[in-house]
């Protein structure tokens, strides 16, 4: 299954795209993970798109293509699938993203919107808190780790995103509204969205996503569920 998630920061996207990892072995490619990975290592592409990335702002379109792309391996493409958690962010991503995708004769399947009222989104995201080591997303009011400041998974430290602070995440939902809203249309007139109620519990948006995917009218591919 080739899958794209959209909402808003915060509609838990990568939570989402975890579980479809976990569930289906259908790998989650993350470019807001990406970034922040190469900023903490001190690439070259992470010094570069730091202030972007920090201050809420967009990193270029033909440069986060490139990373997605150099993601997408033949595996990806024509075995496990994948799930693209945050790009595309654009409309000219999203015709990046197919034509490449035309290229290589490997179509998307589905988007899938996670609609999240906007007072649940700041709510979350105010409480975010991610693990600097694997990555685990928490929330302090609904899923708070066991010991305050660590992770549960492996013990790393708790930090809260720059960008989910007051200034950056305002910025983030302007560029939502500008930028990424329009995907939502471009993916619509081309029949593969599906919308999904994403204000409830981790598992029931999980069930519904899941729903969505199965109850696809064209059985265009099988998933196999990895038994628990
Ligand atoms: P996220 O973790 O998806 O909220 O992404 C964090 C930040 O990474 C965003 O606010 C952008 O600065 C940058 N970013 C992630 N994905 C994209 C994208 N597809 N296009 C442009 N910038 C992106």
């Known amino acids: 299954m080739r899958l794209v998630f959209l909402g808003y920061p915060g509609s838990g996207k990568g939570t989402v795209?975890?579980?479809i990892q976990k569930a289906y072995g259908v790998p989650a490619i993350s470019t807001g993970v990406i970034l922040r990975e190469e900023i903490a290592e001190g690439?070259?592409?992470?010094?570069?798109?730091?202030?972007?990335?920090?201050?809420?702002?967009?990193?270029?379109d033909e440069l986060v293509a490139r990373i997605v792309?150099?993601?997408?391996?033949?595996?990806?493409l024509r075995v496990s699938g994948f799930?693209?958690?945050?790009?595309?962010?654009t409309?000219?991503?999203a015709e990046l993203l197919d034509r490449y995708l035309?290229?290589?004769?490997?179509?998307?399947?589905?988007?899938?919107?996670?609609?999240?009222d906007k007072l649940i989104i700041l709510k979350r995201l105010t409480a975010r808190r991610t693990c600097r080591s694997c990555g685990e997303i928490y929330n302090l009011i609904t899923k708070a780790p066991l010991k305050p400041?660590?992770?549960?998974?492996?013990?790393?430290?708790?930090?809260?995103?720059?960008?989910?602070?007051?200034?950056?995440?305002?910025?983030?939902?302007?560029?939502?509204h500008a930028q990424t809203q329009p995907v939502?249309?471009?993916?619509?007139?081309?029949?593969?969205?599906s919308r999904v109620d994403g204000g409830g519990t981790p598992e029931e948006v999980f069930a519904e996503v899941e729903r969505a995917v199965e109850s696809d009218p064209i059985p265009r591919w099988k998933l196999t569920k990895f038994p628990r």
């Open 43 to 60: 690439t070259e592409l992470g010094k570069q798109v730091k202030p972007q990335v920090e201050g809420g702002g967009l990193v270029p």
């Open 17 to 19: 795209a975890g579980r």
């Open 102 to 116: 035309a290229g290589k004769s490997a179509p998307l399947h589905r988007a899938i919107y996670l609609e999240v």
């Open 184 to 193: 939502l249309h471009y993916y619509q007139s081309r029949n593969v969205l």
């Open 91 to 93: 409309v000219p991503q």
């Open 83 to 89: 799930s693209l958690d945050g790009f595309p962010r």
């Open 69 to 76: 792309e150099g993601r997408l391996t033949e595996d990806r």
């Open 149 to 176: 400041g660590m992770c549960d998974v492996c013990g790393g430290a708790l930090y809260q995103r720059e960008d989910d602070q007051e200034d950056a995440l305002r910025k983030r939902m302007r560029e939502y």
